[in-house]
């Protein structure tokens, strides 16, 4: 397993802007479809042709998979770019220039937001003498 950490980039268009994450694997070749999942403290991206991904194409044929979506592998200069569904980051509270920790595995990637993480441990509670 690798971990890269990666800040939230936007693309701004006049109504609103879309948001991406850049990492340096690519599950799936440029231009395919990847399926973006909704967890509950993260993002999770899974390659159509996984078995894992073979599973879900199941569940969003059948109408049961309400937080999958399809979304594109760019290319981004070096680095792959995936994008982020609005409706998945107004969920996790995902915002432009935040960053986010990338945890990368040979056929998903999962995308945790850096400050749930921080919020998760908690802060410095007294020093161990």
């Known amino acids: ?16 802007a879309t948001y991406y994450i850049r990492c340096n694997h690519a599950i799936a070749p440029v231009g395919d479809d990847v399926f973006a ?5 993260r993002l999770l991206y899974v390659s159509i042709d996984s078995e894992m ?27 792959v770019a ?10 996790l509270g995902i915002k432009q220039g935040e960053y986010m920790l990338i945890l990368i595995d ?6 945790i ?10 802060k410095f509670e007294e020093p161990i003498l």
């Open 82 to 91: 995936y994008g982020i569904p609005k409706k998945f980051a107004e969920n």
């Open 1 to 16: 397993m690798q971990i890269e950490v990666s800040k939230v980039c936007a693309i701004k268009t006049r109504s609103s």
């Open 113 to 122: 937001p850096l400050k749930l993480l921080i919020d998760k441990i908690g």
């Open 53 to 79: 991904g073979k599973d879900i194409a199941v569940r969003v044929i059948k109408g049961t998979a309400w937080n999958v979506t399809k979304v594109k592998v760019r290319k981004y200069g070096k680095r």
């Open 37 to 41: 999942i909704l967890g509950k403290d």
């Open 106 to 111: 040979e056929d998903k990637i999962e995308i």
